[in-house]
């Protein structure tokens, strides 16, 4: 499993409980300082957890989902306050223009449907938020897709963990594989659209 700490995830998740995963949803949805944390990796060992009854997965899924709406929430309210003064920043070691440039090309391929997309990408997931603060994404629209966002992403990556739990025997045995394969699937668009933004700058003649 992959080692946080010199602990396995599994093992922080049994650690830090229903407290610690809400937390963890909360501020990788949309505190910029948290981008590093697990998201779909974590919900899925969480679901997979209570397939094997340490949580109760009504409970858990309930949780995961009110935590991406506020962490969501949280970062669009901190965009339209005080997000343009950071941007206008260096990088930090939590804060990255980079991961701001990231966001801004998902925007401009998904339009407001980016709240939604952006839940199953890294980095994307914490700042699209903060962007539409900025943005002054209209609310009614920023919280349908927010709330549509966190039902698919933290229900779905929850339930897939517990059915897998339930209806595969010894799946613990591959969960590690199971986790890698969701990291690198949910990077995946991060490395089309890096490969993309390079291509267009080699294309681009320098004046």
């Known amino acids: 499993m992959i080692d946080i700490f010199g602990m396995s995830l599994t093992e922080i998740v049994q650690i830090v409980g229903y407290p610690g995963i809400f937390a963890i949803v909360l501020a990788e949805s949309g505190l910029f300082f948290a981008v590093s944390l697990p998201g779909a990796s974590l919900l899925f060992t969480a679901g997979f957890l209570a397939s094997q009854g340490y949580f109760n997965i009504w409970i858990l899924t309930a949780l995961v989902m009110i935590a991406a ?27 990255k223009k980079r991961y701001v440039d990231q ?30 603060g900025v943005g002054e994404m209209e609310y009614k629209k920023f919280l349908f897709y927010n709330i549509l966002g966190a039902v698919l992403w933290g229900g779905g ?14 799946i613990e045995h591959y969960i590690l594989l199971v986790v890698l394969a969701i990291i690198v699937v949910s990077m ?19 004046v």
């Not at 709406?69 to 930090?92: C, H, M, Q, R």
């Not at 490395?191 to 003649?205: F, L, M, N, Q, S």
Request: no cysteine.
């Open 69 to 95: 709406i506020l962490g969501d929430t949280i970062g669009y309210w901190f965009g339209a306050w005080v997000g343009p003064k950071l941007f206008y920043n260096e990088d930090s070691r939590f804060f």
């Open 103 to 132: 966001t801004r090309r998902f925007y401009e391929k998904y339009g407001t449907r980016t709240i939604l997309f952006a839940r199953f990408v890294p980095i994307v997931r914490t700042f699209a938020p903060i962007l539409a």
């Open 157 to 170: 990556f929850t339930f897939g963990g517990y059915l897998l739990g339930e209806v595969i025997p010894g």
């Open 188 to 206: 995946m668009p991060l490395v089309v659209e890096w490969i993309r933004h390079r291509r267009k700058d080699a294309d681009t003649p320098n």
